[in-house]
C-alpha cells in the first residue's frame, strides 16, 4: 500500500496526514515532494500526523530525519504526530526520538510551534 499524504491548515501550521507506510522508493518520493513544496509555498511550521502510518522502513526513518533537516535548515520547525506504538517503537530504536519532536496531542503540537 503506497503513502498517501494530504494537508490542512490549523492556526497557521500545515498538518500533514499520512497514512499507509513510509518505505524505500515511492513513498519517501511523495514524503519529500509534499515537504519540498510547502517549504517552496512559505510553509513553516509543519506536523507529520503519523497516525495513520502503520510501518516505516529504514530508509523512511532517514526521510523523516531529511524532512525534519530540511524545515529547519530553511528556518521552518517539523513536528511528528500520533505515531502508532509500531511507529512509536522504531523512533525510539533508531533515536530519532531523541531528536524529532513527537507529540500525541494535536491541539498541544500546535500550540507548541513558535510565533
Do not use: W
Not at 42 to 61: R, V
Amino acid at each position: 500500500m503506497s503513502m498517501k499524504a494530504s494537508t490542512r491548515q490549523v492556526d497557521g501550521v500545515t498538518v500533514v496526514d499520512l497514512s499507509g507506510c513510509i518505505k524505500q522508493g515511492k513513498d519517501i518520493t511523495v514524503l519529500r515532494d509534499t515537504i519540498e513544496d510547502l517549504l517552496g509555498k512559505g510553509q513553516k511550521k509543519i506536523l507529520l500526523n503519523l497516525g495513520d502510518i502503520n510501518h516505516i522502513d529504514s530508509s523512511g526513518a532517514g526521510a523523516l530525519l531529511r524532512a525534519f533537516n530540511s524545515v529547519s535548515n530553511r528556518g521552518g520547525e517539523l513536528k511528528l504526530l500520533h505515531p502508532t506504538k509500531k511507529v512509536h517503537d522504531m523512533l525510539q530504536n533508531t533515536k530519532l526520538y531523541t531528536v524529532l519532536d513527537v507529540r500525541d496531542d494535536e491541539a498541544a503540537a500546535i500550540a507548541a510551534f513558535g510565533s
